[in-house]
């Protein structure tokens, strides 16, 4: 299936699922956080296999960190086989990641070792996402947030089943995001990434594709029509229903 050309850019910086990791660092190790948070970047699909982050002085400004740091981020994660560097007028960061496929037993280990269960994460998902989808339709959104989120709609639904689990993050991300709370998207970039470790074990059946597209396509009509309740409503089902696909494969 054949993608549009309305993938986040990287290196856009309008109104992107990047702006839920590409903030500033505040801990007091600014070179592990900043590896986490390239890494989150890649992980969760924000910037993609192929491309580029963007250029050192604003990727540096942008995180709040010296670029010294920043490229000693750069260089871990290539030693780590996640991206590399090209040279030339079009050289940069590149991104060379390809998420891995863990097995049902893996990835019951991967829940095992996290600070959190199954119950807990959905728990807060739909706290974050249902939250995001209401305060939409309560404010409405202008020209380029209905732009913004009918082209992330458009992508998702087009999406192969090899990039839709990006493009499906990058959706919700989205709808996060287009709320103006800098905190709850980053929120919610935490809790998908983690999420995402588990999913990826999931085969993608064509059939849940075309079920998850109708779902999303409601979301936004309830967006778009201020229908508060309505978005509730068709989030959670949304929701649900992966929740229970996953409870179901893990066991």
């Known amino acids: 299936m054949s993608q549009p050309d309305v993938q986040p850019e990287a290196t856009g910086f309008g109104a992107t699922a990047a702006?839920?990791?590409?903030?500033?660092?505040?801990?007091?190790?600014?070179?592990?956080?900043t590896v986490e948070r390239l890494l989150s970047a890649i992980k969760l699909g924000v910037v993609?296999?192929?491309?580029r982050?963007?250029?050192?002085?604003?990727?540096?400004?942008?995180?709040?960190?010296?670029?010294?740091?920043?490229?000693?981020?750069?260089?871990?994660?290539?030693?780590?086989?996640?991206?590399e560097s090209r040279r030339g007028r079009a050289g940069g960061t590149f991104v060379t990641y390809v998420p891995p496929r863990p097995s049902?037993?893996?990835?019951?280990?991967?829940l095992e070792r996290m600070d959190a269960t199954l119950d807990d994460l959905f728990t807060f998902r739909r706290a974050l996402e249902v939250g995001a989808a209401v305060r939409l339709a309560e404010d409405g959104l202008d020209e380029e947030g209905?732009?913004?989120?009918?082209?992330?709609?458009?992508?998702?639904?087009?999406?192969?089943?090899?990039?839709?689990?990006?493009?499906?993050?990058?959706?919700?991300?989205?709808?996060?995001?287009?709320?103006?709370?800098?905190?709850?998207?980053s929120a919610l970039a935490d809790t998908r990434m983690r999420i995402n470790d588990l999913l990826n074990a999931m085969p993608i059946l064509?059939?849940?594709?075309?079920?998850?597209?109708?779902?999303h396509r409601t979301i936004v009509a309830a967006v778009r029509a201020g229908d508060p309740e309505g978005a509730r409503r068709a989030v959670g089902e949304h929701l649900d229903g992966t929740a229970a696909?996953?409870?179901a494969f893990l066991g």
């Open 104 to 110: 049902k037993a893996e990835a019951q280990r991967m």
């Open 53 to 83: 982050f963007p250029p050192e002085r604003e990727l540096a400004a942008r995180l709040g960190v010296s670029r010294i740091t920043l490229r000693e981020a750069i260089r871990a994660l290539q030693e780590a086989g996640y991206a």
């Open 206 to 215: 064509a059939r849940n594709l075309e079920h998850s597209s109708r779902q």
């Open 146 to 185: 209905e732009r913004l989120l009918n082209a992330r709609l458009a992508a998702v639904d087009a999406a192969s089943t090899d990039d839709y689990r990006r493009l499906d993050t990058v959706f919700h991300l989205t709808l996060a995001e287009l709320t103006g709370s800098a905190s709850l998207t």
């Open 245 to 247: 696909l996953l409870r």
């Open 19 to 33: 702006e839920a990791v590409f903030r500033p660092v505040r801990t007091g190790n600014a070179f592990e956080e």
């Open 48 to 51: 993609a296999r192929g491309e």
